[in-house]
């Protein structure tokens, strides 16, 4: 059974900083595993997908790693603003149950300015 | 594009009540998934169709839950009575093919607060 484990499950750091958030999952047979983004109150944004195949991905200031042997996938945010300030959701979605996506519980990020 | 349109944002309702919940998604999407979040859990995956098919119903809770999706086109999700432990953010998603490397888009959810 797939399970997604997210750390630390809250980060604050100040306005600037490089900054990179960790997620692990159990099982490494994987379509593929997608970041997210949620604002209090709001829907959730896809911010990386990486396919099973692929290491990493890059989309502006965010870059995501993915380690298939090791179960492990990464988020890196460059240069972090006030804005950046949310939510980050990894979901796996699983051979096994490929109608599925399975979340981690999530890191809430606050950046101070 | 339009995104996936969820429906009502909010509600709030008695416990012993129904309420429906509506999804729209992607146009030429046909896979839709609802999901939800409870107070303090993970999002949890409900079920997922494709098409007007049930493709995977195995995360419903309960049989107070009832998904349909007549035509292939929006969805409901109906709760028939509602419980307090109801209560969460039910999403709703679509996407063009599953278990591939398309990814998924999500509405902005339902809020529902069972009082």
């Known amino acids: 059974k797939q399970e997604v484990t997210q750390i630390p499950a809250a980060l604050s750091v100040p306005e600037g900083e490089n900054l990179v958030l960790n997620c692990s999952f159990t099982?490494?047979?994987?379509?593929?595993l997608q970041w997210f983004r949620q604002d209090p109150g709001k829907g959730l944004t896809s911010l990386l997908l990486?396919?099973?195949?692929?290491r990493e991905q890059t989309s502006g200031r965010l870059n995501a790693s993915l380690d298939k042997s090791s179960g492990r996938s990464t988020l890196y945010i460059a240069a972090s603003q006030p804005g950046d300030s949310a939510t980050y959701l990894c979901?796996?979605?699983?051979?096994?149950?490929?109608?599925?996506?399975?979340f981690g519980s999530g890191t809430r990020l606050s950046i101070r300015p | 594009e339009a995104g996936v349109t969820q429906f009502p944002s909010h509600s709030v309702i008695e416990k012993g009540q129904t309420v429906t919940l509506r999804c729209d998604p992607i146009?030429?999407?046909?896979?839709l998934y609802w999901y939800r979040r409870v107070m303090g859990k993970e999002i949890k995956f409900l079920l997922h169709?494709?098409?007007?098919?049930?493709?995977?119903e195995s995360g419903m809770p309960n049989n107070r839950f009832l998904a349909e999706r007549t035509g292939g086109t929006y969805s409901t999700l109906k709760v028939q009575p509602a419980e307090l432990e109801d209560s969460g953010v039910y999403f709703c998603?679509?996407?063009?093919?599953?278990?591939?490397?398309?990814?998924?888009?999500f509405g902005s959810g339902t809020r529902l607060t069972v009082v």
């Open positions: 169709f494709v098409k007007e098919s049930k493709q995977d």
């Open positions: 998603a679509s996407s063009q093919v599953y278990g591939a490397n398309y990814g998924y888009t």
């Open positions: 990486i396919q099973s195949s692929q």
């Open positions: 146009s030429g999407h046909d896979n």
């Open positions: 099982d490494s047979a994987i379509y593929n």
């Open positions: 979901a796996a979605n699983p051979y096994s149950s490929a109608s599925k996506i399975i």
